[in-house]
């Protein structure tokens, strides 16, 4: 498809970032410039909900017309197939399949594969490999190095016109931080019942900055981009829509969106004041539900989707297999066996699709005895624009390698925290916004005091072992340069224990009280949390 067409590959990866012009003819705000995509917003889950909906729509009539071509008695097979045709996700979030990877094949090989076609099987181009552009036109896409790069690159061997990828790199790094995001996700799930503290990343003053709340869905999203992209397009705004990883991200993003609305529906955007820009929403425009998701039209007549059009997933025709019963309590269910104590068995695959049958919901188990335990974190805010790419924080627990390129794989990361950020300056829509995500800690706390490096009896052996242990560091995802603490005023690391009672069966969460923190671990540190400073 011709890439000036509007349903084009190229032009539906355009809405996000560049080339910076109108799609469907929705006209910039006066004096904005960058995508339509909303970050560090309260829009941030139900803007990307249309977007994604736009890509399945158009990937829908592909299929239609390609299944039209078969012939013979395998015709309205493939055409009754081709009905239900909806966009696949790739969860992330579950534990991969025994001998598996966090990121699949059909994902991470570039090995052609073998598609059934009405003339025989052909061998063809792995299509969620790579983006071929075509042409690549360097007036759109001005940025070095993407300007010379005729496909998309993830974590490139350099900037040069050869740079290829290093896939085995980004599956030892997802493969090593994917507890830590299950784990994370699981906490907004258990812990975040509000619309503003999930739905995205700006930390606010006084209002977002509750030891417990500094996570949401947004800033784990961030993560999957910074450990794809290491310098590649899926790095970068401007140009991450573009590698065929994006739509397969975000259509997981969308589900675990649309998860957490179904344990929490009766919380949503409440009126508030746009922190961050874009190439239609100006700092300071008022949000409500009814803001138009531009750009996005819900009908021929030109009304956009709003967040409270776009609300229910089942409206753009699609559901999830975990909500189908719209329960919160079998959702609840769903969501323990995936990724929960029993999660990682092979059945539990990472590539499916969106579709609408509904989850089989088996008998409640007897209620248990609820005990009592704190969860550990490693909260982390820092100024979005602190530096001028995209770059990455760090947690450690023990000795880890001075070489900032292993810390990903480093055996004694407990795990990281990326900040997604535009290429250049010039197109920086929210500049000056604090931002914030978590490191878990539990997991790797209770291995340790399962060999007996602490005492367990009270929190002081923890916050002694955590004093002693615990380290942070920066670095840039461009080419892994290390960046001092000490230059990034804006950066501060703490640490929280929040208390949790069990739950009673698999059709409920731990409930989690509130959360203290521990600022002796972080005094006096670089980057720490300092006496008198705002948890």
Request: glycine share 6%.
């Amino acid at each position: 498809m011709n890439q000036s067409t509007t349903s084009s590959y190229y032009q539906i990866a355009g809405i996000h970032g560049r080339p910076f012009v109108p799609w469907d003819s929705v006209q910039f705000a006066p004096g904005r410039t960058g995508g339509y995509c909303t970050h560090s917003s309260i829009l941030f889950p139900i803007w990307h909900r249309p977007y994604v909906a736009i890509y399945e729509q158009v990937l829908w009539g592909i299929v239609q017309d390609v299944a039209a071509t078969f012939t013979g008695d395998s015709q309205s097979d493939y055409i009754e197939a081709a009905r239900s045709f909806r966009a696949p996700y790739w969860d992330w979030v579950a534990p991969a399949p025994r001998g598996q990877h966090t990121m699949p094949s059909s994902i991470s090989s570039s090995a052609p594969v073998q598609v059934t076609t009405p003339n025989g099987t052909q061998t063809i181009p792995n299509p969620l490999y790579r983006y071929q552009f075509n042409p690549l036109d360097s007036t759109q896409l001005p940025d070095y190095p993407f300007n010379t790069w005729s496909n998309t690159l993830r974590y490139p061997t350099s900037n040069a016109l050869n740079a290829t990828n290093q896939d085995e790199l980004i599956t030892s790094q997802l493969d090593n931080n994917q507890a830590s995001y299950s784990k994370r996700y699981l906490n907004l799930l258990q812990a975040y019942p509000t619309y503003a503290k999930f739905s995205n990343k700006a930390w606010l003053a006084n209002v977002t900055n509750v030891g417990g709340s500094y996570d949401s869905l947004e800033s784990i999203h961030d993560a999957i981009h910074g450990l794809i992209g290491n310098g590649g397009h899926m790095t970068y705004n401007e140009y991450s829509a573009f590698d065929p990883v994006f739509m397969l991200h975000h259509a997981n993003v969308d589900r675990l969106f649309a998860i957490w609305q179904t344990i929490w529906p009766d919380t949503y955007i409440e009126n508030s004041t746009a922190t961050s820009g874009t190439a239609t929403i100006t700092p300071g425009d008022l949000i409500t539900e009814d803001s138009p998701l531009t750009p996005f039209h819900s009908t021929s007549n030109g009304t956009f989707w709003t967040s409270a059009t776009a609300r229910d997933t089942t409206v753009f025709g699609y559901t999830y297999p975990e909500i189908a019963d719209n329960n919160a309590s079998c959702t609840i269910q769903a969501v323990n066996h995936l990724y929960g104590s029993t999660a990682g068995t092979p059945q539990n695959a990472t590539v499916s699709k969106r579709h609408h049958q509904q989850l089989r919901v088996h008998e409640r188990d007897g209620p248990q005895q609820p005990g009592t335990y704190y969860e550990w974190i490693t909260n982390v805010r820092v100024a979005q624009d602190a530096l001028d790419s995209t770059f990455t924080i760090f947690v450690f627990l023990g000795n880890f390698s001075s070489t900032p390129k292993n810390w990903q794989t480093d055996t004694a990361l407990v795990g990281s925290h990326t900040v997604f950020m535009p290429f250049s300056s010039e197109t920086q829509q929210n500049a000056g916004i604090i931002v914030a995500g978590t490191v878990p800690l539990t997991k790797e706390l209770n291995e340790n005091a399962a060999v007996g490096n602490y005492n367990t009896a009270n929190n002081t052996g923890v916050e002694t072992y955590l004093r002693d242990n615990l380290h942070w560091r920066v670095a840039k995802l461009t080419d892994n340069t290390e960046v001092s603490r000490d230059s990034l005023p804006s950066l501060k690391v703490s640490v929280v224990s929040c208390p949790v009672t069990e739950a009673e069966s698999d059709y409920d969460f731990p409930n989690w009280g509130d959360c203290s923190t521990h600022v002796n671990i972080t005094d006096g540190q670089p980057a720490g949390l300092q006496s008198g400073d705002p948890a």
